[in-house]
């Protein structure tokens, strides 16, 4: 789910309860859900749960607009056994025209650059198109950290977004 709506693209005037199915539609199909929001606005001076801007199952009728920073933290919990959530920080794109469209759409870019634990992740459980976004977001994480970290965490950073 977290890849899903990494991906997606929308038209503007989109809401985010309209992009939140596309985050849980992988447990949906195996008959599970989760009871959080998938994302929240983002704000400063510790004001981490910041609206508007919300994806979730709530009918919340903003509209995402281009710069707004949300997260993306689709989740599962089985209560008194485990849970896992992969949270990242998505900004909002300016809306761009997709060859052959007819309206320009919006996206979300990925501002979160930490190496998502390959050691967590069932690599047989994905599409293609998401190990072609898995390997990209952790070379662009792999270019963009090696340079500011000394020899042994480049090490370990080569390791944490090896290829799948």
């Given at each position: 789910g977290h890849i899903?709506?990494?991906?997606?693209?929308f038209p503007e005037g989109t809401i985010g309860m309209q992009l939140d199915s596309?985050?849980?539609r992988p447990l949906w199909e195996a008959g599970l859900d989760y009871d959080h929001g998938t994302g929240?606005?983002?704000?400063?001076?510790?004001?981490?749960?910041e609206g508007p801007q919300n994806i979730s199952k709530k009918p919340i009728q903003q509209p995402l607009k281009p710069?707004?920073?949300c997260s993306n933290e689709p989740g599962y919990y089985k209560e008194g056994e485990y849970g896992i959530r992969i949270e990242n920080l998505i900004v909002v794109t300016e809306p761009?025209?997709?060859?052959?469209?007819?309206r320009p759409m919006m996206e979300f870019e990925t501002i979160?650059?930490?190496?998502?634990?390959?050691?967590?992740?069932?690599?047989k459980l994905l599409t293609d198109e998401e190990r072609v976004w898995?390997?990209?977001?952790?070379k662009r994480?792999?270019?963009?950290?090696?340079?500011?970290?000394?020899?042994?965490?480049?090490?370990?950073?080569q390791h944490a977004t090896r290829a799948v």
């Open positions: 899903a709506l990494a991906t997606v693209r596309f985050a849980r929240h606005g983002v704000g400063s001076y510790l004001s981490v749960h710069g707004m920073i761009k025209s997709i060859p052959g469209g007819e979160t650059l930490a190496p998502i634990d390959l050691n967590l992740v069932e690599v898995l390997n990209q977001y952790h994480v792999r270019e963009t950290l090696s340079p500011q970290v000394d020899a042994e965490t480049r090490e370990w950073l």
